[in-house]
């Protein structure tokens, strides 16, 4: 089925940003819509952000205005740059197609201190 791979995570203060980066092999990233997700402890994973090949985006409520989700079709990237960190967004983040999902990649930790 492929290869996810995430990566950029890291502690961050509230308010400060992170930038992560999702490398999937050419048979996922040809699909049509690429997205990230994440999951906290406890809780159900939750999609964040989608974008199509054609670099269409949705966002979740909750980080609308705050994160950007964009593409490098070249290199086969996913990237989401997230500003404005508050403790709420600490979780797990995963990337995955939307159109056509694979195996979970082990994501990439972000915690988001008070």
Partial sequence: QGQLVESGGG???????????????????????????????????????????????????????????????????VLLQMNSLKPEDTAVYYCNSITYPRTWGQGTQVTVSS
């Fill in 11 to 77: 502690l961050v203060q509230a308010g400060g940003s992170l930038r992560l980066s999702c490398a999937a092999s050419r048979s996922i990233f040809s699909t049509n819509v690429m997205a990230w997700y994440r999951q906290a402890p406890g809780n159900q994973r939750e999609l964040v952000a989608s974008i199509t090949i054609a670099g269409r985006t949705n966002y979740a409520d909750s980080v609308k205005g705050r994160f950007t989700i964009s593409r490098d079709n070249a290199r086969n990237t």
